[in-house]
């Protein structure tokens, strides 16, 4: 597949920010590490919203493996949010960062947030990585929290993207795209379906962002430089979301998570 590259990072005369937003489960780095570092620095990614980061033994160690092989820094996250992780590039100036541990159902995984503020061309960014549940109940319980979270950032413009377990007709898949836009939706680019990455069916993965924030296109990107499809495959057992978003400048926007 061949595709029309998004946009590259860069400020615009008027202050406004186009990013790169990357969203990606890596399964713990299980599987090919390299593959895996090629895939993320060939989508050029400002923010990285990493789910199943690792979050045990020398978990802080694989993290800063995965920064440093992709150009990028660890922003938060990893066994401190029970997987969710954020990264970025140098471009990001960080305000502040918070790790959110979510009330844990008997039998079944903790789950978390990793949350953080960063500051891009002087334009203030929430960002919230996620990985909902598997189980219905609580997963649309997570929803809500990921929504009050965002509210509580205290930010006009804001991304949250993760791995839903859910599709699109899902309600929790609803419920955030209701409030939020889902980035694939409003401006479709790349291909659709994040999971499995060997026979890709449906889409759990997603990018959404507050409705002062334009989209240029996401979607799972194809014919990336130096990327194989083995690579894509053999990384992990998701694909990537990439999003290119462009962020209004400082004062132009309005606050608060709905879309309009």
Sequence with gaps: ????????????????AVIR???????????????????ISACVPDLVLVQEAP???????????????????????GATAAGPLLLCSLRAAVERTE?????????????GFATSVVRIAGTRIGLLSFHLSLQRDERLAQTE???????????????????????????????????LQDCRAVRPWGAENTFSADRPRRRIDAVFATGGIEVLG????????????????????????????????????RR?????
Excluded: I, Q
């Excluded at 597949?1 to 406004?16: K, N, W």
């Excluded at 937003?21 to 895939?39: G, I, K, P």
């Excluded at 205290?154 to 795209?177: I, K, S």
């Design 1 to 16: 597949m061949v595709l029309t590259p998004l946009p590259d990072s860069r400020t615009e005369p008027d202050g406004s």
């Design 21 to 39: 937003v990357l969203s990606y489960n890596v399964r713990s780095m299980r599987d090919d590490c390299e593959a895996l570092a090629r895939v």
């Design 55 to 77: 979050r045990f033994f020398r978990w802080r160690k694989r993290a800063a493996w995965l920064a440093a092989h992709t150009d990028l820094v660890v922003l938060s996250g």
């Design 99 to 111: 790790d959110v541990l979510l009330p844990l159902t008997p039998g079944l995984h903790r789950r």
């Design 145 to 179: 929290l990921l929504l009050e979270r965002l509210d509580a950032m205290g930010v006009e413009h804001a991304v949250a993207a993760g791995d839903l377990n859910d599709v699109p007709t899902g309600a929790a898949f609803r419920r955030l795209a209701g409030r």
């Design 218 to 253: 996401c979607g799972v990107p194809a014919g990336l430089p130096g990327v194989t499809d083995a690579d894509l495959r053999t990384a992990t057992d998701h694909l990537p979301v990439l999003a290119a978003l462009r962020v209004p400048a400082a004062g132009s926007g």
């Design 256 to 260: 608060g998570a709905s879309a309009p």
